[in-house]
């Protein structure tokens, strides 16, 4: 069977509730009272859930402690409503809302740690978690945690991560003797979408996709008659598509089973998360004597690699051991191609750094195998060899989901160059940029899709042997505007052997990053204009209402504050 604790709709964490409104509580009064009459006769319901983080939101998001005696006041008018409508049910609890503030007959928490537990279980009252675990929201970055480099691999090795943070957190809930054992949310992240209605992924979905139904529908029948079931629209399949399962878990699954086996938490793989897994150190390349640049003279991936450090020197061209980076969106010419043979055929290597599907055909002349430059987006790579150029360089390194906006590449590498060559860096195949703030109701399914799909090749940092030299080739060319990023791109770099002098760099916290993007600012809350010219004008800011913020901080009521840009570069928060 399954039980049910019925909650409200008076669930605050979207910053819906209207709470300084007095309608807002007499309709919360008469909702309470529909709900309890609706469900006091089914014998799956065991309680009622008043509210969902009521407190938190009043105190953390709308910042107004004066609304906490109303909420607390409705607590107790909830509470001797519940006992008077249905008195054979005595669990009544708020979800995230602990025992507010003692008006509840039980302790709820959310998101706690053993300290928030032991907290809880103190209160001498049934008491439990409503919500655990980072199933919901949980980057690669913050799984990582439980399984290290693994999760930023796929969905699956993020879901292994999980699944070792929700066996320990069920654990530690039963070991403080929780009354009620809970993680987050076990049919959206134990549970794989199933893969309803699109057998052919070479092509995006259309209308003609999905499940249809061939039952008639029937005018005024009560209840639900779907004519038709889109693809990995359901974690569910009640007969929809005979060829898939009921359902298909995922590790969180077989996590939360196993730490809810009667009698304590049984034996399980997801019992012990795995030790951090250390890449092999690896002696870094002899230094190049000298690194030459070929390209456009207005070209910025000059002006890019020399501001993060790169040394170059042009006068080195006929050095026994040189490194020459070309500008992937430099077109060579013949006797471009003879100059860099020559270098190959004494022993120098070639970089061509950005490589373009319209550089390519003039590329090609010098390569010893073709290249095919693909329509590739990712934000996230793959090391795929333990190369010299990646040592002491892991997953995480390449990962810039969460640090910019742009992608890391918009094109892949393919061909037989690639094959026959080491690929070093490749993109990953999820593209965790649907999974990341969006919206609970479509990532999971997003993410999956990502996955499946077919996609064009994605290799983005080849190389390849050719005459006495070597050749590189990478598509990533946007990943160092930030410091994260330039930290990666240094250490591949000396790595490879490059030599550098000390980078003219942009200071971590400085107003703008290494490529001049605003990273901070001084914003103040809406301020009284007649329009937009009058705002700047000198009699404005001379005026009653004048900026001010070196004197009171405030203009107009509003407050000054240094706010930083959210990690997608927007400045849309006031806390920075």
């Known amino acids: 069977g399954i039980c049910v604790l019925s909650e409200t709709s008076n669930w605050a964490s979207d910053g819906g509730p209207k709470f300084d409104s007095d309608a807002f509580w007499t309709y919360s009064d008469d909702h309470l009272k529909r709900l309890v009459l609706r469900d006091r006769n089914c014998p799956s319901v065991f309680g009622w859930s008043l509210s969902n ?20 006041e409705a607590w107790a008018r909830w509470v001797a409503l519940c006992k008077e409508l ?22 709820v928490g959310h998101y706690g740690d053993e300290k928030a537990l032991k907290r809880w279980s103190s209160k001498g009252k049934p008491w439990g978690v409503g919500e655990h675990s980072m199933a919901y929201y949980g980057t690669p970055k913050q799984v990582s945690k439980y399984n290290g480099e693994r999760a930023y691999e796929s969905q699956l090795g993020r879901m292994e991560g999980l699944a070792y943070e929700c066996y320990d957190l069920i654990a530690m809930q039963r070991r403080q003797g929780a009354s009620y054992v809970s993680v987050f949310n076990i049919a959206w992240y134990s549970m794989k979408p199933l893969a309803l209605g699109l057998a052919d992924t070479t092509h995006p979905p259309t209308a003609e996709d999905g499940i249809f139904l ?48 009667p009698g304590g938490p049984a034996p399980s793989p997801w019992a012990t998360a795995p030790e951090k897994e250390v890449r092999p150190e690896l002696k870094p390349e002899d230094s190049y004597e000298s690194v030459v640049f070929l390209g456009a003279e207005t070209s910025s991936l000059k002006a890019r690699l020399a501001s993060r450090g790169v040394a170059f020197d042009d006068a080195g061209r006929n050095a026994k051991k040189s490194l020459t980076i070309i500008d992937g969106n430099y077109s060579i010419t013949e006797e471009d191609v003879m100059q860099l043979n020559q270098r190959l055929a ?47 360089l892991n997953h995480s390194d390449f990962y810039f989901c969460e640090i910019q906006t742009t992608p890391a590449m918009t094109n892949g590498l393919a061909g037989p160059f690639v094959e026959q060559g080491q690929i070093i860096l490749t993109a990953c195949d999820t593209d965790w940029r649907r999974w990341n703030r969006v919206a609970e109701s479509i990532k999971t399914a ?60 942009a200071a971590s916290d400085g107003i703008f990053d290494l490529d001049g993007n605003l990273k901070k600012a001084l914003v ?17 800011l001379e005026g009653e209402t004048r900026l ?26 006031a806390d920075g």
């Open 346 to 392: 004494a022993g120098g290597d070639l970089w061509i750094w950005g490589i373009t599907p319209q550089t390519a055909a003039a590329f090609n002349r010098l390569l010893p195998n073709p290249v095919e430059v693909t329509d590739r987006s990712a934000s996230s790579l793959l090391i795929k060899t333990n190369a010299r150029l990646v040592a002491g």
């Open 53 to 72: 983080e009521n407190r938190p939101i009043i105190m953390n998001v709308f910042k107004r402690p004066d609304l906490m005696p109303t909420q607390i």
């Open 214 to 261: 061939t039952r008639p529908y029937v005018e005024g029948k009560p209840g639900v008659q779907p004519e038709r079931i889109g693809p990995y629209s359901s974690t569910f399949n009640p007969g929809y598509d005979s060829s898939l399962p009921l359902y298909e878990p995922w590790p969180m699954f077989e996590a939360i089973r196993d730490a809810n086996a």
């Open 446 to 505: 997003e993410v999956f899709r990502s996955e499946r799909e077919n996609k064009p090749a994605g290799a983005a940092l080849v190389i390849a042997p050719a005459g006495k030299g070597r050749i590189l080739i990478n598509t990533m060319t946007a990943f160092y505007q930030t410091d994260t990023g330039t930290q990666t791109l240094q250490s591949m770099l000396k790595n490879g052997g490059v030599p550098f002098r000390k980078a003219e760099m």
């Open 548 to 573: 001010k913020p070196l004197e009171n901080k405030k203009s107009s009521g509003c407050e000054w504050k240094t706010a930083g840009a959210m990690d997608t570069g927007e400045f849309n928060r």
């Open 524 to 540: 103040c809350g809406s301020f009284g204009a007649e329009s937009f010219e009058a705002a700047y004008s000198q009699d404005f």
């Open 86 to 107: 249905d008195p054979s049910r005595p669990w009544i609890s708020g979800d995230g809302d602990d025992d507010g503030d003692g008006t509840l007959p039980t302790v």
